[in-house]
Every structure is written in C-alpha cells, then in structure tokens.
C-alpha cells in the first residue's frame, strides 16, 4: 500500500458509475444503486458542492472512493467505499489515516473528524478503531435502509488533540449528572 495515491475527483462521471455499479455496498443504505441514481447524484452535486470526493489509486488502478462531507465545516464527516477486491487488505486502515491527516493539516484547523457507520459494519469500526478513533455513540435504529429495514448505527470520532498528541482520550458515555 506503500504506492496509493489520493486524486481529487474532477468530473469523471462515467468512470464514477462504472464503480459504484460494479461493486456491492452492502452496509451502505443502498447496497446495488442504478445507473439513474448515481447520474443523478451527480447532477445534483452529491460528489462536489460542500463535498471534496478523491479518487483511491494505486498505478492507475482505481480502488476505492473518499467523500468528506460537510467539507467547509469544522466537523466534516466522510463515507470510505473500497472496490470489492481490494477489501480487506488494509487499504481502508491507510485511507482513514491519509483522510486524519489530510483534513487535520488544513489551514482551517478542523475540531474533529466523524465517521457513521451500521453497526454490523464490524470491518469499518475495526479500521476506525485502529486509526485512533474512539466510538462515541451507538445509536439504535438509527439506519434506514433503501430496502425498507432498520439497522443500528454507531458513530466513531477523532479529535485535533488526540490526532497531535497520537492518544485516545476516553469518554464519558455513561456518566449521568442531576
């Protein structure tokens, strides 16, 4: 993974469908998307606007699909999609982490990065959990999926602080105050 290079997407619409078509995204909330709806997601701006999209490559192979929402916020949050064939070989533990320090060395000083995935996502929270972020939230049906279930959701964390000082610090999930 020594080679991976992150390419922002400019506007290679039809290269874009090709791989959300041909792969699976099975703990997104709509696994098999149509051609349809991925045009029309770029139409109307779903990859650009408030958004910055990178291409994952490795020797002009594309292998996978960063999107940072909420881009010009403080707390951006980003959605991690990985060709099938390259999952689960580490490449999603190096993209999280280019993604944490990419947006912590913004000029901007982003506050903290988040990350939502379905709880069954067990592949995602492990990377998340090796990349130094923390679970901050498990929320209970929280998940609407296109096919009409309802998944739990959890949401994972990183902060500037712990990202400087390479520490998690822990949260107070269960603390109560009267």
């Avoid at 791989?19 to 701006?45: A, V, Y």
Wanted: glycine fraction near 6%; include cysteine.
């Amino acid at each position: 993974m020594n080679d991976l290079q992150f390419r922002l997407f400019e506007n290679e619409s039809e290269e874009l469908i090709t791989f959300m078509l041909n792969n699976r995204w099975e703990f997104h909330s709509d696994p098999n998307p149509t051609r349809e709806e991925i045009k029309r997601g770029i139409q109307n701006g779903w990859y650009k606007n408030d958004r910055q999209t990178f291409w994952v490559e490795s020797s002009g192979q594309k292998m996978g699909l960063i999107i940072i929402h909420d881009f010009s916020d403080t707390i951006p949050l980003f959605d991690l999609r990985l060709s099938e064939n390259y999952r689960g070989r580490g490449l999603g533990k190096a993209c999280v982490k280019w993604l944490t320090n990419y947006l912590f060395q913004l000029s901007d000083k982003k506050i903290r990065i988040e990350a939502y995935t379905r709880a069954d996502n067990y592949p995602m929270r492990k990377t998340l959990w090796n990349c130094g972020y923390v679970k901050e939230g498990y929320m209970r049906n929280a998940w609407e999926n296109k096919d009409g279930t309802i998944s739990d959701s959890v949401c994972y964390a990183i902060i500037r602080k712990d990202w400087e000082n390479n520490v998690s610090t822990p949260i107070r999930l269960n603390e109560v105050i009267f």
